[in-house]
């Protein structure tokens, strides 16, 4: 999955995991695990995001999560751009919350 060039870039993934069987939660908190080891934060439950400074550094890490793939449920990969991710609206509530910002760091891979 290629997205963009050089442009900075935001991956969501998107999850809904069985955990009717011991094996089954055990498969949801690997994946979990593997998500937050490769960079990615909870935005809310079942969606981790990550900041990527290229297309190129984006793929790495979206070849390492179709890897940690549980054998059953859905997941859903999505690629916006810094200004996309810009507009997403955050409420709690009635109450607005500002949308998380791009770090700032250079990114090693």
Same mark, same amino acid.
């Given at each position: 999955? !290629? +997205? $963009?060039? %050089?442009?900075?870039?935001?991956?969501?993934?998107?999850?809904?995991?069985?955990?009717?069987?011991?094996? *089954?939660? #055990?498969?949801?908190?690997? =994946?979990?695990?593997?998500?937050? #080891?490769?960079? +990615? /934060?909870?935005?809310?439950?079942? !969606?981790?995001?990550?900041?990527? *400074?290229?297309?190129?550094? /984006?793929?790495?890490?979206?070849?390492?999560? &179709?890897?940690?793939?549980?054998?059953?449920?859905? !997941?859903?990969?999505?690629?916006?751009?810094?200004? %996309? =991710? $810009?507009?997403?609206? !955050?409420?709690?509530? &009635?109450?607005? #919350?500002?949308?998380? #910002? /791009?770090? *700032?760091?250079?990114?090693? =891979?």
């Amino acid at each position: 999955m !290629v +997205f $963009g060039g %050089q442009h900075t870039m935001w991956t969501l993934v998107l999850f809904d995991l069985p955990t009717y069987s011991k094996e *089954a939660r #055990k498969d949801y908190t690997r =994946f979990r695990k593997q998500l937050i #080891k490769n960079g +990615f /934060a909870m935005m809310q439950y079942s !969606v981790y995001m990550r900041h990527h *400074a290229s297309g190129e550094n /984006a793929n790495v890490h979206i070849e390492r999560v &179709k890897r940690a793939l549980p054998p059953d449920g859905e !997941v859903r990969l999505l690629q916006i751009t810094d200004k %996309q =991710f $810009g507009k997403i609206q !955050v409420f709690y509530g &009635k109450r607005k #919350k500002p949308v998380e #910002k /791009a770090p *700032a760091q250079l990114e090693f =891979f």
